[in-house]
């Protein structure tokens, strides 16, 4: 199944800019959340084929709202992607040990984030 909807979690405006042109470029829809509580209302508005999740964020971190997000039956089957500048080969380990599908670092290749996106689909 190919991926056509992507929720984007990240607190940084410029990337949330950034990864939502690059993903409506390759005709995918968009929805984006700053932050934990926002990415739960977004899923629960509308299930995406794919969650982005950027790792270093206030209150909850992407490694604890993968963590949640997998352990829901209802999101459990939705792949995450971490994408994060923490690029220590123990914090894509851990990430992927959370749940997570696979790991890019920023800043964002835009030719290896699609390729992930399409082993994905």
Known sequence: ???????????????????????????????????????????????????????????????QLTRSINRSPEYKDIPIILCTSKSLETDRVWGMRQGARDYITKPVNPGELMAKIKALG
């Open 1 to 63: 199944m190919p991926i056509r909807t992507v929720l984007i979690v990240d607190d940084s405006k410029t990337e949330l800019m950034f990864l939502t042109d690059l993903l409506q470029k390759n005709q995918m829809s968009v929805r984006t959340a700053e932050g934990a509580d926002e990415a739960f209302k977004r899923l629960a508005e509308a299930k995406p084929d794919l969650i982005l999740m950027d790792v270093v964020m206030p209150g909850q971190n992407g490694y």
